[in-house]
């Protein structure tokens, strides 16, 4: 157990439609990291936050945004969702924002789009 | 920018035989470089990392990996592997200092044979 909680473990959903992905970093932990899985495009960063703050952004679609909440938790919105989405999706924590350390992982939200 | 290149997307070996998944990485700075392994239906989670100092870094399950920085590689091998060693790995690489984020290598699919 990472200590990384994810919900929902498994979602499906219709296209069109919006959904919202959940995250529980370590305790302790300020970062928080957004990572997409599918079987053509791999492991993909999405965006970081530290402490409520966006601290990078990667490949993140503009139908997708995240926020960080003040308990530190942080939410993945994806909405007008497209078949391609269907993917893992992960989050992952870390201590400090530099990056020098461990990321802990959660199990992730495998999202379904139908 | 930085960039990891896996080669293998998928490693057959026999048990108790050795194993060494390949990983070049690109990056114009310093960096850190990580493997990470992902059992079915689990999240990731680290298996080695270098950061600085020794260029060889072992885990506590008998992989090592060695930081080459002429040849930008960071190889992972085991001596001999068990069944149990069964799982994608992952290799990441983020540049040392600042806030980044991790880029992560397509995986490689380790398969141990009985």
């Known amino acids: 157990d990472s200590g990384v909680t994810q919900t929902p473990k498994h979602l499906i959903t219709a296209t069109g439609q919006r959904v919202t992905l959940r995250c529980s970093p370590r305790?302790?932990?300020?970062?928080v990291y957004w990572y997409q899985q599918s079987l053509d495009q791999g492991l993909q960063f999405l965006i970081q936050?530290?402490?409520?703050?966006?601290?990078a952004k990667g490949n993140i679609l503009e139908r997708f945004s995240a926020q960080q909440f003040p308990d530190l938790h942080s939410e993945l919105n994806l909405s007008s969702l497209e078949l391609g989405d269907s993917a893992l999706y992960f989050c992952?924590?870390?201590?400090?924002?530099?990056?020098?350390?461990?990321?802990?992982f959660g199990e992730g939200s495998r999202l379904t789009v139908l | 920018a930085q960039s990891v290149t896996q080669l293998d997307s998928q490693v057959p070996v026999f048990e108790e035989a050795p194993v060494e998944l390949r990983c070049n990485y690109s990056?114009?700075?310093?960096?850190?470089l990580f493997w990470y392994v992902q059992y079915p239906n689990q999240g990731l989670q680290l298996l080695l990392k270098?950061?600085?100092?020794?260029?060889l870094v072992e885990s506590i399950n008998g992989f090592e990996a060695e930081f080459n920085k002429s040849q930008t590689s960071f190889h992972l091998r085991k001596p001999s592997v068990h069944i149990s060693d069964t799982a994608e790995y992952f290799c990441?690489?983020?540049?040392?200092?600042?806030?980044?984020?991790?880029?992560f290598g397509t995986g490689t699919k380790l398969q141990v044979i009985p």
């Open positions: 992952a924590s870390s201590v400090t924002s530099k990056v020098a350390g461990e990321l802990f």
């Open positions: 305790s302790g932990d300020l970062s």
């Open positions: 936050y530290y402490n409520g703050e966006e601290r």
């Open positions: 990056s114009s700075v310093s960096v850190y």
């Open positions: 270098y950061l600085s100092g020794s260029t």
């Open positions: 990441a690489v983020t540049s040392s200092g600042g806030y980044q984020k991790v880029t």
